[in-house]
């Protein structure tokens, strides 16, 4: 589960983290109100306006705004709210902005610029370990240096038994350039409670872009983006609370194996880990981009069929939606209730809308072709993955 900067920020802070002083809104009007009172808090000319969205690449892409006075706030703040913002981790729609954090300008009151690094913690599973992945030189091109010069950017395995030992916390301060006792002092502090911080809510990523050394030394997160295992949040009653996390979306997929993917254009829907990676691999091989990994499970009964489809029909990227089942445990029948129960329930005004691919073989296929044949939809019927194949090609290059 992806979390926004402010959230994330909200656990670093519960770590003994020291983060810039920030303010969460969702109105112009309640930035106004947020910007008065940091203005007197921080005692700074200036602030920060920035989107919440779940992708990088906001400043690149106009999400992140400084700004001097009340009015640049409000006039700020109602440009941003509501608009969608398109970055490189986005599809060209973007993403609609529900959300701003109004954050003090820390490079407002530095005497020298501060040292921009780059850190993060996450899971590395081929080698079932914890890494940290740290550089130098942070800021809004660490992608363009990890390409261009990957050397400068350095990794710090972390033993599952033994934990992060002192020896590496100075290794890591040495390559960042943390060249006194101070600043080797406050890293060592931010360093340990970061660790515990994603250990103790299961993160799978912690990234930090960029972290910043202050002309005294001191050791402060600029941005955070955090992400959950979902599989671990039950741990976490109290924060899933505090949050809202679990909304209607996150409870139908609780029970599907379901992997959201960026930038795809067929969603997929299978019974069968292994049927699935083979049908994007299909999709991939003709031409079209996988939207989601989603497989329904051998036991999958009517509800877990429509709350299967109405996540596929939700993602407003696809443009075709393939459905391959292999009728065994699963009976056909109960896919195409499930189908048309999401239509009807949630999503009427997608009839017609986006063509259905289906290959439906094994126990009650004829009746499930019955019943989809009884509603208007545009359904496209095959037989194998070549056929599917073929059809995908058809409709989205006119082949």
Request: a positive charge.
């Amino acid at each position: 589960m992806n979390l926004y900067e402010y959230q994330g920020k909200e656990i670093l802070k519960y770590f003994s983290i020291h983060v810039p002083n920030g303010i969460m809104v969702k109105t112009p009007e309640k930035a106004v109100q947020a910007a008065k009172i940091l203005f007197q808090k921080t005692n700074k000319t200036s602030l920060v306006i920035k989107a919440q969205i779940h992708a990088g690449g906001r400043g690149k892409a106009g999400g992140i705004k400084i700004v001097k006075s009340l009015d640049d706030v409000y006039k700020e703040s109602t440009n941003m709210l509501g608009k969608y913002l398109s970055t490189h981790q986005t599809s060209k729609k973007g993403i609609q902005v529900k959300k701003i954090l109004l954050s003090e300008d820390v490079y407002n009151s530095e005497p020298t610029p501060p040292i921009e690094l780059y850190l993060s913690i996450l899971l590395n599973r081929e080698i079932e370990k914890n890494i940290i992945l740290y550089s130098k030189k942070g800021g809004v091109n660490i992608e363009d240096l990890s390409k261009k010069k990957p050397n400068e950017i350095y990794k710090e395995e972390i033993d599952p038994l033994l934990g992060l030992q002192y020896f590496q916390i100075r290794k890591i301060a040495f390559h960042l350039g943390m060249d006194n006792n101070d600043s080797l002092k406050n890293f060592q502090n931010f360093l340990m409670n970061l660790v515990k911080a994603y250990q103790y809510y299961n993160a799978l990523l912690i990234e930090i872009n960029p972290l910043i050394k202050t002309f005294d030394n001191h050791i402060t997160p600029i941005d955070v983006k955090i992400i959950l295992d979902d599989n671990a949040l039950s741990r976490h009653k109290m924060y899933k609370k505090k949050y809202h996390f679990f909304n209607k979306i996150t409870e139908s997929r609780s029970k599907l194996n379901f992997v959201k993917l960026t930038g795809g254009n067929v969603g997929c829907m299978v019974n069968g880990a292994g049927l699935a990676m083979a049908t994007m691999d299909m999709i991939k091989s003709c031409g079209g981009i996988p939207a989601n990994f989603l497989d329904i499970g051998g036991n999958a009964d009517k509800k877990r069929v429509e709350n299967a489809f109405s996540l596929i029909i939700s993602d407003k990227t696809v443009k075709i939606v393939l459905i391959n089942i292999f009728g065994g445990i699963v009976r056909c029948d109960i896919v195409a209730k499930g189908i048309i129960d999401s239509y009807s329930k949630k999503h009427k005004s997608y009839i017609n809308q986006i063509p259905l691919i289906i290959r439906l073989q094994g126990t009650n296929e004829k009746l499930a072709k019955s019943i989809l044949q009884n509603h208007l939809l545009l359904i496209y019927y095959v037989s194998s993955l070549k056929e599917a194949s073929d059809k995908i090609k058809n409709i989205l290059f006119n082949k």
